[in-house]
């Protein structure tokens, strides 16, 4: 077999990334128009895991994703929502203002949250799984992407903001600075965008 076909082959291994593929994914709809403008897909990835990092757990990170959680769970045929190893406990009536179907939701703790996550994620029964995690090591998160793909769930993964400048294999990585009237986001990777920052302004955002 000659050195073309051998690389062609290669090229079509489910775990290889191609460019090509990221242009034709269609997004799902982060809720803020200004955010996904600058997002590929036009929106968080269906399939994938994404990274959010913050000065601190519970910056406001949560906020983001509350508009894309509703719409996920309030779907026709929504599958589940789960949270893995939260700081807090999530607060179910204010979930249920902002449009969260609580049925759909999921809390999961444990000594081992990593490995809860990846099963969620490969499971097939799980629209979007979130997390938070302080020192998930590369191979990791290597292996939470695949997950992700292989389960079609969006995968969300909350991280100290210092983990910024390490490599990882996730499709998106998005730093969160508070603000007074709101958050400033900046993309850091994103398979086909470029690097940026947008303010989101949102009344009673938390700081």
């Not at 309030?74 to 999530?90: K, S, T, Y």
């Not at 020192?135 to 939470?144: C, F, G, H, S, T």
């Amino acid at each position: 077999m000659g050195s073309s076909a051998q690389l062609a082959r290669l090229l079509e291994h489910p775990t290889i990334w191609r460019g090509a593929s990221a242009a034709h994914a269609e997004g799902l709809a982060s809720g803020f128009a200004a955010l996904d403008a600058c997002l590929p897909g036009k929106g968080w990835p269906r399939a994938g895991l994404i990274e959010i990092l913050v000065p601190r757990f519970g910056s406001g990170e949560l906020y983001l994703l509350l508009p894309a959680l509703a719409a996920l769970t309030r779907a026709r045929c929504a599958r589940w929502c789960v949270w893995v190893a939260p700081p807090l406990m999530p607060f179910a009536p204010a979930l249920a203002a902002e449009g969260i179907a609580l049925d759909r939701v999921a809390v999961v703790s444990g000594a081992r949250p990593l490995w809860a996550l990846e099963q969620a994620l490969g499971s097939g029964a799980c629209d979007a799984v979130l997390a938070w995690a302080r020192r998930p090591k590369a191979r990791e998160i290597r292996r939470l992407q695949l997950a992700a793909e292989r389960g079609r769930t969006l995968g969300v993964l909350f991280r100290p903001r210092r983990a910024a400048r390490e490599a990882t294999a996730a499709v998106l990585r998005l730093s969160l600075q508070p603000m007074v009237t709101g958050v400033r986001i900046t993309l850091l990777k994103g398979r086909g965008a470029r690097r940026g920052a947008v303010d989101l302004l949102r009344p009673g955002w938390p700081v």
